[in-house]
């Protein structure tokens, strides 16, 4: 809901339409990397540990752009 709002305000007219499909393909290529990462992450020789990890890092890019968008939405 709240990148459809980013998107919309970001866009208009003919490019919402594509930055909306950009969103919803990346947004399931997510999905499938997640389904199909997930089980190797955990079969990793150290476990749960790398797992955690790598959502250490994913969390750790999402937050840098959050911010990001934050610096430049203001501008």
């Known amino acids: 809901m709240v990148i459809n709002k980013i998107l919309a305000r970001w866009f208009k ?4 339409a594509l930055a ?3 969103n919803l393909a990346v947004a399931r290529l997510g999905t499938a990397a997640a389904l199909i ?7 990793a020789p150290t476990g749960w540990t ?3 990890w790598a959502a250490a890092l994913l969390m750790s890019v999402g937050l840098l752009a959050f911010v990001l ?7």
Request: charged share 35%; net charge positive.
């Open 13 to 16: 007219r003919k490019e919402l």
């Open 20 to 22: 909306f499909a950009l």
């Open 69 to 75: 968008y934050i610096v430049a939405d203001r501008r």
């Open 37 to 43: 990462l997930s089980p190797r992450l955990i079969e």
């Open 50 to 52: 790398t797992a955690i």
